[in-house]
Nanobody
């Protein structure tokens, strides 16, 4: 059973940066799992942001954040990060960390089996 706990959310001005962290105690075999960040704004569907898999060697980002956000893992593979730069008001959302044993489409939330509680990011103009 994978437990995920997010942290690092907060309120920033447009153009600012935040780094989100996801602690995953019990995550043992990194090559077997995809780790991902999703987000959901009020009244909108959950959206895939970025995912990392193949032991951290493969990364996929959504078009909406490409060039601004970076996903990475700690050396112990039990923490995943989302570095968010050049934040925009439309990035405001609850951000969730998730893990999947395997996926057909890496940014499809339907394939993810384990979810954190979320951390709130608010970007003001």
């Amino acid at each position: 059973q994978v437990q995920l706990v997010e942290s690092g959310g907060g309120s920033v001005q447009a153009g600012g940066s935040l780094r989100l962290s996801c602690a995953a105690p019990g995550y043992t075999y990194a090559s077997m799992y995809s780790m991902a960040w999703f987000r959901q704004a009020p009244g909108k569907e959950r959206e895939g942001v970025a995912t990392i898999y193949n032991g951290g060697r493969t990364i996929v980002c959504s078009d909406s954040v490409k060039g601004r956000f970076t996903i990475s893992q700690g050396s112990a593979k039990n923490t995943v990060y989302l570095q968010m730069n050049s934040l925009k008001p439309e990035d405001t959302a609850m951000y969730f960390c998730a893990a999947a044993y395997r996926t057909l489409y890496p940014l499809d939330p339907a394939y993810y089996e384990h979810w954190g509680q979320g951390t709130l990011v608010t970007v003001s103009s």
